[in-house]
């Protein structure tokens, strides 16, 4: 077989609506005190539909799987990894499983919610994970069904919708959630899309470094938060709206522990003692959404301009490393046992796409994708099962060393194996 052949394009790709039912409402989520304080409800009202995407793409020696869904973190994930795996038939390290991270759907994703949140809490949210899990299979049969030959097109644009969150104080003796202007972002926005012959976006993938918390216990109605996909999830929306929804369009999130979008439906308010009282704009929110929606679905579809679908052969791998790091080299409520983190190195021709299961700030996620020995590279967070926050990007962390350690051994692993195209 020639390697033209054998690295031929195809490309598949499904969309499903994994909104809650009716019937899980009210549903607690996040309280704004974690020690008692009065908790946060969903209150049922559908600002935005939630989706899982799937994208599948392959050659005649191997098939990548990427899902992603609309919630705060991927639910059951080793188990659903498996499952994507097998209706897939490929490989677990050949799956990307992540979330959008939206502040705004059900917090499906941690087992620790239920001790905190009780027995009702418990029941809906288990109802809920096994909705989206029986979604699973039809999602990724439709996405294989759907497999047609494709090229691929890369663009690296910018966007300037993200702000560094780490603001110390407004007047306050404690870091605050804000807008530290002069604090570093990474900008980075870039693109992947993916046409059939006869030049139909099948896919459009995109990743920008952002907390999908626009929308963040805001209650316009104030009876609740209302369901959202957030910041990504309105422009993903937009896209797919505006060209019929014809293209399945993506979200992935990039090192965003440390960055918020630059508009947000509540405010911090500085205080004249030096305290801060957080304000919820309510009915305000929305429209903020509104605005920021278009806002980044006009720089999407600025870079997407730029983009041509020539590549119609590539190489594709895959490869997974873990390591694990010291409880104190990391933030997770709690704990005090090494966390063990799972990366992986996807490889579409010469675009390099490394996967992590943590948040992490945004400076180690910009070296690791500076140092790669690839042009165009980029990082994937909340990929799997949430493990912590990494705050420290010093450049001497635990958490980075040992990653780029990982890095290299598999960029290592996959030079070895074979030269891209």
């Known amino acids: 077989m020639t390697a033209a052949v054998k690295n031929r394009i195809y490309a598949g790709a499904s ?65 659903n990894i498996k499952l994507i795996a097998d209706c897939a038939c490929v490989e677990e390290s050949h799956v990307i499983c992540t979330a959008t991270h939206t502040h705004s759907g059900p917090y ?48 690296k644009g910018s966007c300037y919708l993200n702000v560094n969150r780490n603001e110390k104080g407004l007047g306050a003796n404690t870091d605050t959630y804000g807008f530290s202007l002069g604090s ?14 006869k030049g139909k976006t099948i896919a459009l993938l995109y990743n920008f470094a952002v907390h999908a918390c626009m929308m963040i216990h805001n209650e316009p109605e104030g009876r609740g938060t209302e369901i959202s996909g957030d910041l990504p999830g309105r422009a993903c929306r937009l896209i797919e709206k ?11 999130s990039g090192a965003a522990g440390d960055l918020n979008p630059v508009m947000m439906s509540r405010v911090n308010i500085p205080e004249p003692e030096g305290g801060v009282t957080v304000k919820e704009l309510g009915s305000a929110g929305p429209l903020i959404l509104e605005f920021m929606g278009k806002r980044l679905m006009m720089d999407i579809l600025q870079a997407n301009a730029n983009i041509v679908c020539s590549s119609r052969h590539s190489l594709l791998w895959a490869g997974v490393r873990k390591f694990s790091v010291s409880a104190e080299a990391v933030v997770k409520p709690g704990n005090r046992e090494p966390v063990e983190f799972e990366i992986r190195l996807i490889m579409i021709g010469s675009l390099a796409i490394i996967t992590t299961n943590g948040e992490i700030f945004n400076q180690i996620g ?10 165009n590279t980029f990082m994937i967070t909340h990929a799997g099962q949430w493990t912590a926050y990494v705050k420290d990007d010093s450049g001497r962390g635990e958490y980075e060393v040992a990653f780029r350690n990982a890095v290299s051994s598999l960029f290592n692993e996959f030079s070895s194996g074979g030269v891209c195209e």
Request: proline share 8%.
């Open 15 to 79: 969309r499903v609506c994994i909104t809650p039912d009716p019937e899980l409402f009210p549903l607690e989520h996040f309280r704004n005190n974690m020690k008692g304080g009065k908790p946060s409800i969903f209150n049922g009202t559908i600002l935005d539909d939630l989706f899982m995407r799937v994208l599948v793409l392959e050659n005649k020696e191997t098939r990548i799987v990427l899902v992603v869904m609309d919630l705060p973190g991927v639910p059951e994930s080793k188990e």
């Open 108 to 155: 499906a994703d941690n087992p620790e919610f239920e001790k905190w949140y009780g027995e009702e809490f418990t029941r809906k949210i288990r109802a809920y994970r096994k909705f989206v899990r029986d979604l699973i299979p039809g999602a990724v049969k439709t996405a294989v069904d759907n497999i047609r030959p494709a090229g691929i097109g890369v663009e």
């Open 184 to 197: 570093p972002a990474d900008r980075d926005l870039y693109l992947i899309r993916i046409d059939d012959e």
């Open 242 to 252: 505006g060209q019929d929804d014809e293209p399945v369009v993506i979200f992935t």
């Open 366 to 375: 910009a070296r690791i994708k500076a140092d790669s020995p690839f042009k």
